[in-house]
């Protein structure tokens, strides 16, 4: 195991980096936290969506987040490897499609839990602002989505550690990320299979019990704020 | 692409049963799953609510570590790592069934446990203490307590959240393709990459997928309508 460790430990951290393209645990957090930096907004876009009082915008919308709901994470990166050469018209690098893969789902999910903030915002905070002389649009922007983003902070931190697992799936496509590198250790050593898959479960474990330690105590955090 | 959309190669044929039996096998998975995850997942739920520590301790643990990996990087443990750590005469047993299979089902059952266990522990905290103490007053042990007054009502809450476990479990049984078990996605990568007809095997797979997951969804809605008390 030690052994293991000593002689594939900057391999597991980043891959061949700085000589080739940058790998393992690094490109694990890259993919993860690319992918949240857009899911984000595109999930506020899809909750607003999903609440919006014009239905030709809210029924697509919620067709849209419904069906990538519905369907495995694995279905969603294949379509992404068929459409997204053809709607960018150039080969892009795998991680690249996967980043997209993985922000297109990761927002449909974050839609869901915006749209419980936004729910969850009183219906009296929307009338004292069109009180105050807002429009529809400043009473969204300034009132209603601070409030319903700062209720969901935790859940938010619960989606990235649901991401960091989900990068994982960059194995079945080929992405030399943590998971992939240590299946290649794996290949290359034979006989310490046990090991190698601990090792990164145990990697995987710090990370997103960490995580879910910090959302944990931000959720007590905030319910302090409104006693 | 000789056709715009032609899905009758997907009707009928060798594709066509392979996308049967792919659906089929991951029916299978997610069915035996389900049944030994809901078993697994109230006994870990009643272990973590024991009046005994340790039990309390081993439960959080499972939980936590189990809840905190990737599901793909425990499949590659029990079909990779496990074998290193079994007696031979088991593993030639193994190795002469269907491995990956079994792989694939038990790391899938205690991934699904852990969450279930979550679930079935916030329904039983849901019931109100008073119960298991006149329980517990009636003579009842901790068990006894626990099947016969907690459970019954707490199960009946849990149906929505389980009903949801069902469905993240029929999804991420498709990770068992990564340990060449040939479920849904296994065999629509296969017609995928002998067809070439990327977009037609995409949207037979995902329409399978939506179809099964509306049907978990209205068959939970009747039986949530059906099983709430008068």
Same mark, same amino acid.
């Given at each position: 195991?030690?052994?293991?460790?000593?002689?594939?430990?900057?391999?597991?951290?980043?891959?061949?980096?700085?000589?080739g393209?940058?790998?393992?645990?690094?490109?694990?957090?890259?993919?993860?936290?690319?992918s949240?930096?857009?899911a984000?907004?595109?999930?506020?876009?899809l909750?607003?969506?999903?609440v919006s009082?014009?239905?030709?915008?809210?029924?697509?919308?919620s067709a849209?987040?419904?069906?990538?709901r519905?369907?495995?994470?694995?279905?969603?990166?294949f379509?992404?490897?068929?459409?997204?050469?053809?709607?960018?018209?150039v /080969?892009?690098?795998g991680?690249?499609?996967?980043?997209?893969?993985?922000?297109?789902?990761? /927002? $449909?999910?974050?839609?869901?839990?915006?749209?419980?903030?936004?729910?969850?915002?009183?219906?009296?905070?929307?009338?004292?602002?069109?009180?105050?002389?807002?429009?529809?649009?400043?009473t969204?922007?300034?009132?209603?989505l601070?409030?319903?983003l700062?209720?969901?902070?935790? +859940?938010?931190?619960?989606?990235?550690? +649901?991401?960091?697992?989900d990068t +994982?799936?960059?194995?079945?496509?080929?992405?030399?990320?943590?998971t992939?590198? /240590?299946?290649?250790?794996?290949?290359?050593?034979?006989?310490?299979? /046990?090991e190698?898959?601990?090792?990164? $479960?145990?990697?995987?474990?710090?990370?997103?019990y960490?995580?879910?330690?910090? +959302?944990?105590?931000?959720?007590?955090r905030?319910?302090?704020g409104?006693? | 692409?000789?056709?715009?959309?032609?899905?009758?190669f997907?009707?009928?044929?060798?594709?066509?049963d392979?996308l049967?039996?792919?659906?089929?096998?991951?029916?299978?998975?997610?069915?035996?799953?389900?049944v030994?995850?809901l078993?697994?997942?109230?006994?870990?739920?009643?272990?973590?609510?024991?009046?005994?520590?340790?039990?309390?301790?081993?439960?959080?643990?499972?939980?936590?570590?189990?809840?905190?990996?990737?599901?793909?990087?425990q499949?590659?443990?029990?079909?990779?790592?496990?074998p290193?750590?079994?007696?031979?005469?088991?593993?030639?047993?193994?190795?002469a069934g269907?491995?990956?299979?079994v792989?694939?089902?038990?790391?899938?059952?205690?991934?699904?446990?852990?969450f279930?266990?979550?679930?079935?522990?916030?329904?039983?905290?849901?019931?109100p203490?008073?119960?298991?103490e006149?329980? #517990?007053?009636?003579? *009842?042990?901790?068990?006894?307590?626990?099947?016969l007054?907690?459970?019954?009502?707490?199960? #009946?809450?849990?149906?929505?959240?389980?009903?949801?476990?069902?469905?993240?479990?029929?999804?991420?049984?498709?990770?068992?393709?990564?340990?060449?078990?040939?479920?849904? *996605?296994?065999?629509?990568r296969?017609?995928?990459?002998?067809?070439?007809?990327s977009?037609e095997?995409?949207?037979?797979?995902?329409?399978?997928?939506?179809?099964?997951?509306i049907?978990?969804?209205?068959?939970?809605?009747?039986?949530?309508?059906?099983?709430?008390?008068?």
């Amino acid at each position: 195991m030690l052994e293991i460790l000593r002689e594939n430990w900057l391999y597991l951290l980043v891959g061949r980096y700085p000589e080739g393209p940058l790998g393992g645990l690094a490109l694990t957090l890259v993919l993860a936290s690319v992918s949240l930096a857009l899911a984000l907004p595109g999930g506020v876009l899809l909750a607003l969506g999903r609440v919006s009082h014009r239905r030709w915008l809210r029924w697509p919308v919620s067709a849209f987040v419904f069906t990538v709901r519905g369907l495995p994470l694995i279905m969603v990166i294949f379509w992404a490897y068929f459409l997204v050469p053809i709607a960018l018209g150039v /080969a892009v690098p795998g991680y690249v499609t996967m980043i997209y893969a993985l922000a297109f789902f990761t /927002a $449909a999910y974050l839609a869901e839990i915006i749209r419980a903030g936004i729910e969850a915002v009183p219906r009296g905070q929307i009338e004292a602002a069109h009180s105050l002389g807002l429009d529809r649009f400043h009473t969204t922007l300034r009132v209603v989505l601070p409030q319903a983003l700062r209720n969901v902070i935790p +859940s938010l931190v619960n989606q990235f550690v +649901s991401l960091t697992k989900d990068t +994982s799936l960059a194995f079945i496509v080929g992405i030399n990320e943590l998971t992939y590198a /240590a299946s290649q250790i794996n290949n290359r050593t034979l006989n310490h299979p /046990a090991e190698i898959f601990a090792l990164v $479960a145990v990697t995987y474990f710090l990370i997103c019990y960490g995580l879910t330690a910090y +959302s944990r105590y931000l959720e007590r955090r905030l319910a302090w704020g409104h006693r | 692409m000789d056709k715009p959309l032609d899905l009758s190669f997907l009707l009928s044929g060798q594709y066509h049963d392979a996308l049967v039996a792919g659906l089929v096998t991951t029916l299978e998975l997610s069915g035996l799953v389900a049944v030994v995850a809901l078993a697994l997942g109230v006994l870990v739920a009643v272990m973590r609510l024991a009046p005994t520590a340790p039990l309390r301790w081993i439960a959080a643990a499972f939980i936590e570590v189990i809840r905190n990996t990737p599901l793909l990087v425990q499949l590659l443990f029990w079909y990779f790592g496990a074998p290193q750590l079994l007696p031979q005469r088991l593993l030639d047993w193994l190795y002469a069934g269907n491995f990956e299979f079994v792989a694939a089902f038990v790391g899938l059952a205690l991934y699904t446990a852990a969450f279930v266990a979550e679930d079935i522990r916030s329904g039983i905290r849901a019931i109100p203490r008073t119960q298991m103490e006149a329980a #517990r007053a009636c003579g *009842m042990h901790f068990v006894q307590s626990m099947r016969l007054v907690i459970l019954p009502q707490a199960l #009946r809450a849990m149906v929505p959240a389980l009903t949801n476990q069902l469905l993240n479990l029929l999804k991420n049984s498709s990770l068992a393709m990564a340990i060449g078990v040939a479920e849904l *996605m296994y065999q629509t990568r296969e017609i995928e990459s002998y067809t070439f007809r990327s977009f037609e095997s995409f949207a037979a797979a995902t329409a399978i997928y939506l179809v099964l997951s509306i049907l978990i969804t209205i068959a939970a809605a009747g039986f949530e309508r059906r099983s709430k008390p008068a």
